[in-house]
């Protein structure tokens, strides 16, 4: 079955325990993006990958790092955590050329709460 | 800075309305616009255009794009319950490489 997992979907932890967010894509697409959705603010693109080893910071990157060294996974860090942080994240991909974006598939969502 | 801006923000109708949900847009290289349906989970795909007056349809909603006035609609026609969701409108700019800006949402309601 084509999909995105992400693991943990639920996450409680403490100001500055580094954490990490794994996103997996079993269907070979290219890109893969991390958002973070509040209330009243709609999803916001942290970061996001057009292919292996090729990042780009999106519209809130601060506080958050990624790596992308293979195509299939797409780690999110939090390196020193802050209440701030607490949201809903997302992980999502779909095949992408330098031309444009195709459908995107998301992952189940990542509650995170940071105390 | 790209905006993605969605109007109403919220909208309570009765079963078997009609609701049009709006998305206006400011973005740097624009190249497509993407509706997505959102329920008590993971936004799913529902439409992506890309060219202008071309309506795209599936089932009982309906999406076109103005490329001139930079908006783009979503019609529901005889909306059900399970209609019900938050309806997200997103931007695909592309600044060097691609990047979505998402809109806040429109939270559609749907009452028996």
């Known amino acids: 079955e084509a999909q995105v997992t992400q693991n943990p979907r639920y996450l409680i932890t403490v100001t500055g325990k580094k954490l990490t967010v794994t996103c997996s894509q079993n269907?070979?697409?290219?890109?893969m993006s991390w958002y973070r959705q509040d209330p009243g603010l709609g999803l916001r693109q942290i970061y996001y990958s057009m292919n292996v080893e090729v990042t780009d910071k999106g519209d809130v990157p601060e506080g958050y790092k990624v790596s992308r060294k293979e195509k299939r996974n797409f780690p999110l860090i939090l390196e020193s955590p802050s209440p701030n942080q607490t949201s809903l994240y997302f992980c999502?991909?779909?095949?992408?050329?330098?031309?444009?974006?195709?459908?995107?598939?998301f992952g189940p969502g990542t509650r995170l709460t940071v105390t | 800075e790209d905006k993605v801006v969605q109007s109403p923000l919220s909208l309570v109708v009765h079963e078997g309305d009609t609701v049009t949900l709006n998305c206006s847009y400011e973005v740097t290289n624009f190249r497509s616009l993407l509706w997505y349906k959102q329920e008590k989970k993971a936004p799913t795909f529902l439409f992506m255009l890309t060219s202008s007056g071309i309506e795209k349809k599936s089932g009982r909603l309906s999406s076109i794009l103005d490329k001139k006035e930079l908006f783009s609609i979503l019609n529901i026609t005889a909306t059900q319950t399970g209609d019900s969701a938050v309806y997200l409108c997103?931007?695909?700019?592309?600044?060097?490489?691609?990047?979505?800006?998402f809109g806040q949402g429109t939270r559609l309601t749907i009452n028996p």
């Open positions: 999502a991909s779909s095949f992408g050329s330098r031309t444009r974006l195709y459908e995107q598939y």
């Open positions: 269907m070979n697409h290219e890109y």
């Open positions: 997103a931007v695909e700019a592309d600044e060097g490489a691609q990047k979505l800006v």
